[in-house]
């Protein structure tokens, strides 16, 4: 007789996953590459001085884009209510070359942060994301899957845009090519109105 079971996936991290379906054009090459004269070492790799990099009027139509994947990530996957609307605190270019990496880390004081592909080598470069929960019994599994890995990686092409909650622990391992890898990264806050008077947990932003 054979066995009939179903799986349910409990408490999930949704981490939304599209492309801005279009090349970047002559000015905002020629804009990201001017950030990158001015950098500071990060953990691992380097950033941009510049933090408000979204807010130049060059990436105007850019950034609608990206508000536009935001919306739809707040609005139709998490289900927000539309009594708060999301808004982009800052926006930074990273740049990882070869032995260089992007340390484990998660964005405080944000509730959603995004990543945007500008120069990646295609089917090398990734985002790694790790797991939070701790499994108290380990064993080498025959193979991995999203019920028994810690950290999972997610492979990245030029103009995908990546969007989590900003507690998610991410980073990148040390790159082994000489390519590099430059990102547009983003922290999201909302405005508005949380909660209900009479679950005693209502908040005004």
Known sequence: MKDRFSIIELF????????????????????FDKNLKNISPNVGNVSSFNSRILNDIILKNLKKQIDKHIENYIYNILK???????????????????DQH???????????????????????????FYSRDRN???????????????NWFISVKCGDLILFRS??????????????????AFNVFIKGSLGEELHFNKLEL
Not at 82 to 88: E, G, M, V
Not at 167 to 184: A, M, P, T, Y
């Open 80 to 98: 927000f209510n539309k009594r708060i609307k999301p808004f982009i605190t800052q926006s930074w270019l990273n740049v990882t070359n070869k």
């Open 167 to 184: 507690d998610l622990q991410h980073g990148v391992d040390r790159k082994i090519e000489k390519f590099n890898r430059i990102s547009l």
């Open 102 to 128: 992007h340390h484990t880390h998660c964005h405080s004081n944000s509730f959603i942060s995004g990543v945007l592909y500008i120069s990646v080598n295609e089917g090398q470069d990734n985002i790694k």
């Open 12 to 31: 999930p991290k949704a981490v939304y996953i599209s492309n801005i379906e279009r090349p970047f054009s002559k000015k905002e090459l020629i804009f």
């Open 136 to 150: 108290f019994f380990e064993d080498i599994p025959i193979e991995y899957n999203r019920y028994n890995s810690t």
